[in-house]
């Protein structure tokens, strides 16, 4: 007689979680295709081997199965890693750091780069000026920035202003942000190729998008044609910011 108990529940609770996370993290990366098709290949498996018992499409699915661990983390290299990097994350477990240290951190110095940014934004909207600045989080934004020109230099509102002056030689780049300074400028990124994406948008919101989809940083886009605002966060592009909303959601973010 089968028996079914709190462990089993337990069990099926954690499936479901990882299941929901490795979904939301594809689909986040512009993948959820693969997604359905690796379930639907599991289901299949499962349908053959255990359910009908064919032997011999059994044993041929028993054999991609082996060696399909291995396929998956070679191709999603880059979602794993972002997805262990989230998953140990300081916005996750950052209630048990400070039961650690007995001490919370100082908000302030975190977000001492928002309004600077903030402010550039709408100076460069204003006059049209296009701009890519892309905030770490807590995945390294190190190889991108290697695509560029290092800087290292205090987050000023002018000298953001500087280097996307259409005249200056780094302003079809993206700016880097990271640990409170201007890391690089002039940088390349990742494009995305997602047909959501409507085709009035330019290459700087696909380069957004594409880094937004590759890891957890922030990129924000000026347009040079509209001067519209936008931001594109965790897969997802958000436009016509205003510079109100613009600040509310970098306030709610802990760079890395």
């Not at 204003?126 to 205090?154: C, F």
Request: aromatic share 8%.
């Amino acid at each position: 007689m089968l028996s079914f108990g709190i462990k089993d529940v337990l069990d099926i609770l954690a499936v479901a979680v990882l299941l929901f996370y490795v979904y939301k993290l594809m689909k986040e990366s512009g993948t959820i295709n693969i997604f359905y098709g690796v379930m639907a290949f599991i289901v299949v498996w499962l349908l053959c081997s255990e359910i009908l018992d064919m032997r011999l499409i059994g044993t041929i699915l028993d054999k991609f199965m082996a060696i399909g661990l291995l396929i998956l983390v070679i191709l999603f290299q880059e979602q794993i890693k972002r997805f262990l990097v989230e998953l140990g994350s300081r916005q996750r477990w950052g209630f048990l750091r400070k039961l650690l240290h007995h001490h919370q951190d100082s908000e302030g110095a975190q977000q001492e780069w928002v309004m600077p940014v903030v402010y550039a934004c709408m100076s460069m909207s204003k006059s049209k000026t296009g701009a890519l600045i892309v905030i770490q989080e807590t995945i390294s934004l190190e190889p991108y920035a290697r695509t560029g020109d290092i800087i290292n230099a205090d987050v000023n509102t002018r000298l953001i202003e500087n280097i996307f002056f259409k005249n200056s030689p780094l302003h079809d780049g993206a700016m880097i942000i990271a640990d409170n300074r201007i890391l690089a400028a002039g940088c390349i990124l990742p494009v995305s190729h997602d047909s959501d994406v409507p085709r009035s948008l330019g290459l700087r919101h696909r380069s957004a998008l594409g880094i937004a989809q590759a890891t957890d940083a922030v990129a924000i886009i000026v347009s040079e044609e509209t001067g519209k605002i936008s931001m594109a966060h965790r897969g997802k592009l958000f436009t016509r910011l205003s510079s109100t909303e613009l600040e509310q959601r970098l306030n709610t973010l802990s760079p890395a």
